[in-house]
């Protein structure tokens, strides 16, 4: 049997490696933890790191006592609805920015990711007036268009550099063969650019499935509360219950995980391509 000799490098690289994977995830298991203990044993001192007391009561309590199920509706639809509008303007215009020579183009895309790095703060109260005098307040609309606004210009920039990777060729044979330009775009091109589009959608699902400030803004209805608003009513102006509150943020955040955990491959391959072809 052939023996494994590591090399001091090597070795520190995975100590680092490790601690560094021990510190991301630490806080997800603190929050696991302390949503499956009772309420008596979350303060103690010092405090228990696995507790031979779990239970599911806290899920069950934030069920019964919060409408979790209708939280968690609202922000599907929403982060459904942004997606779709994203991933279809998005693909749209990378599309013609890399298909057709527009002038500007170059200093267009610049412009859009310059809008990517100014806070969102700014743009809440301008916003929320155009949804107030639209009527969309307290609406799934307000909140699609925020979101998929904020999401465009950074899918736009990752499409691009995924498109270029496709050849002209494709599309003018298809043109040749028959079809128009919006078949070829929709038939050939889009199939093949496939996991960039993927990778937009994941990252504008997790943006609007996140978001927090918008979606206290545009909604003032308990009805059209999303889970980041939900889970954050939990916190009381006398007590927090954290083990009630942790079971609320565990199911809020599980969508998100199961679904970046089913798609991230294809993240991966679209954030390379980009930087490597933009």
Request: charged share 15%; no cysteine.
């Given at each position: 049997m052939k023996e494994i000799s590591l090399k001091p490098a090597d070795l520190a690289?995975?100590?680092?490696?490790?601690?560094?994977?021990?510190?991301?995830?630490?806080p997800f298991y603190w929050m696991v933890n302390?949503?499956?203990?009772?309420?008596?044993?979350?303060?103690?001192?010092?405090?228990?790191?696995?507790?031979?007391?779990?239970?599911?009561?806290?899920?069950?309590?934030?069920?019964?006592?919060?409408?979790?199920?209708?939280?968690?509706?609202?922000?599907?639809?929403?982060?459904?609805?942004?997606?779709?509008?994203?991933?279809?303007?998005?693909?749209?215009?990378?599309y013609g920015f890399t298909r057709f020579f527009i002038r500007g183009a170059t200093v267009f895309v610049l412009f859009l990711l310059f809008t990517k790095m100014l806070p969102e703060t700014l743009l809440i109260i301008p916003y929320f007036q155009i949804m107030a005098s639209l009527g969309l307040v307290d609406s799934y609309l307000a909140l699609i268009l925020a979101y998929s606004s904020f999401?465009?210009?950074?899918?736009?920039?990752?499409?691009?550099?995924?498109?270029?990777?496709?050849?002209?060729?494709?599309?003018?044979?298809?043109?040749?063969?028959?079809?128009?330009?919006?078949?070829?775009?929709?038939?050939?091109?889009?199939?093949?650019a496939r996991p960039g589009l993927v990778a937009v959608a994941l990252f504008t699902f997790i943006i609007a499935w996140?978001?927090?400030v918008w979606a206290l803004v545009l909604t003032t209805n308990a009805d059209m509360f999303v889970t980041s608003v939900g889970v954050a009513n939990l916190v009381g102006e006398y007590r927090v219950q954290w083990n009630e509150l942790m079971a609320a943020t565990v199911i809020a955040a599980a969508p998100v995980m199961a679904l970046y955990a089913f798609l991230n491959r294809h993240l991966v391959s679209a954030i390379t391509s980009g930087a490597v072809k933009a």
């Open positions: 690289r995975g100590v680092l490696i490790a601690v560094a994977l021990a510190a991301t995830l630490f302390t949503s499956l203990k009772p309420g008596t044993e979350v303060f103690l001192s010092p405090p228990t790191f696995f507790s031979r007391n779990w239970s599911f009561d806290a899920y069950r309590i934030v069920f019964e006592t919060r409408p979790m199920g209708r939280y968690l509706l609202n922000s599907l639809i929403v982060s459904l609805g942004a997606t779709a509008l994203s991933v279809f303007l998005s693909a749209l215009a990378a999401a465009l210009p950074f899918s736009v920039w990752m499409l691009i550099g995924f498109f270029r990777t496709i050849p002209r060729e494709i599309d003018e044979a298809a043109i040749i063969d028959g079809a128009s330009r919006f078949q070829a775009f929709s038939r050939v091109i889009l199939p093949l996140n978001s927090y």
